[in-house]
């Protein structure tokens, strides 16, 4: 909040105790970015890119009519940053905050 830029490769991944349905908003966010939703088991399932600066309307981590809508971890980068790594549903992510016994990619 409050950041006027964001370079390249950075972010914050935001990670719940549990999958759960989220929503995000852009108060106080000065700067556009993109919000990337992993499930549980490390997998993209929603990206909403260039998110508006200031704006309060809530950004669903889901599309309408996912059927799994829980989310784990949502990783916050500068607007465009998405498209410039290529980043799509369906990819996956490794991260020590994922169960191995779950994860898609698990750490080793």
Not at 22 to 38: A, E, H
């Amino acid at each position: 909040m409050f950041r006027r830029n964001l370079p390249a490769g950075e972010g914050m991944l935001f990670v719940y105790p549990e999958p759960q349905p989220v929503s995000f908003w852009m108060r106080n966010t000065l700067i556009p970015l993109d919000l990337i939703f992993f499930d549980e088991t490390g997998v993209i399932r929603h990206i909403h890119r260039n998110a508006r600066p200031l704006d309060e309307t809530p950004i669903p981590g889901a599309a309408v009519g996912d059927p799994r809508p829980d989310r784990l971890m949502v990783l916050e980068i500068a607007g465009g940053e998405a498209a410039r790594l290529g980043l799509a549903a369906g990819q996956q992510l490794a991260h020590p905050a994922l169960d191995r016994a779950g994860a898609a990619w698990p750490c080793r």
